[in-house]
């Protein structure tokens, strides 16, 4: 079985990292020049964090189900082509 793994420019690694840079930044920013208190700004702040990590988490969570997904078809199909050998001899 020939799978081409797709793999992504560094330009585009680049843009995706310096874009979640800019956003956890100017979102940062927004938080601290609001007109509200330490306590206020403190919590938004953790709700800002604990939103990215739970982000990250849904991802790795998504691609690994996938990839275990691609993997047990995998299998499956080297299953099916092997049945189908045996019955063809």
């Known amino acids: 079985m020939n799978q081409n793994a797709a793999s992504h420019s560094s330009a585009w690694?680049?843009?995706?990292?310096?874009?979640?840079?800019?956003?956890?930044?100017m979102v940062g920013a927004g938080i601290f020049f609001l007109p509200v208190d330490?306590?206020?700004?403190?919590?938004?702040?953790?709700g800002v964090i604990m939103l990215v990590q739970s982000c990250v988490s849904?991802?790795?969570t998504a691609r690994d189900k996938h990839?275990?997904?691609?993997l047990l078809n995998r299998i499956e199909e080297a299953k099916t082509?092997?049945?189908?050998?045996?019955?063809?001899k």
């Open 13 to 25: 690694v680049t843009f995706t990292y310096a874009t979640f840079v800019l956003a956890f930044v």
């Open 38 to 46: 330490l306590w206020t700004k403190s919590y938004l702040g953790m």
């Open 58 to 60: 849904v991802t790795k």
């Open 67 to 70: 990839e275990a997904e691609k």
């Open 81 to 88: 082509e092997r049945l189908l050998m045996d019955i063809n």
